[in-house]
């Protein structure tokens, strides 16, 4: 059992900044790929960000230079920085997690956490 909880949402003003984190839980034998998506009002939902069990990163080309994503393996947390945070960037963030539990660490889960919404006001 994995559980994926997204915290840091809000409100901001065009140009301000969050930082999203993704807490995951539960009998985790292992974490791979982890990434942020969202899904703005009336449109399906599109990657942000992906990163490895390692330092690989990719980013969508709409928040390139402005989006950092990164994790911290010990602590089985995912971050999203925002920076310069446009009005088009409102959405409610989604994390997504590839991970083996203990008791069937032979095959891949994929997580998702609730969301959590992100406004970014004119």
């Known amino acids: 059992q994995v559980q994926l909880v997204e915290s840091g949402g809000g409100l901001v003003q065009a140009g301000g900044s969050l930082r999203l984190s993704c807490a995951a839980s539960?009998?985790?034998?292992?974490?791979?790929?982890m990434g942020w998506y969202r899904q703005a009002p009336g449109k399906q939902r599109e990657l942000v960000a992906t990163?490895?069990?390692?330092?690989?990163?990719n980013y969508a080309d709409s928040v390139k230079g402005r989006f950092t994503i990164s994790r911290d393996n010990a602590k089985n947390t995912l971050y999203l920085q925002m920076n310069s945070l446009k009005p088009e960037d409102t959405a409610v963030y989604y994390c997504?997690?590839?991970?083996?539990?203990?008791?069937?660490?032979?095959?891949?889960?994929?997580?998702w956490g609730q969301g959590t919404l992100v406004t970014v006001s004119s």
């Open positions: 997504n997690a590839q991970a083996r539990i203990a008791t069937m660490p032979y095959r891949y889960l994929e997580v």
């Open positions: 539960g009998s985790i034998f292992s974490i791979d790929a």
């Open positions: 990163i490895t069990s390692g330092t690989s990163t």
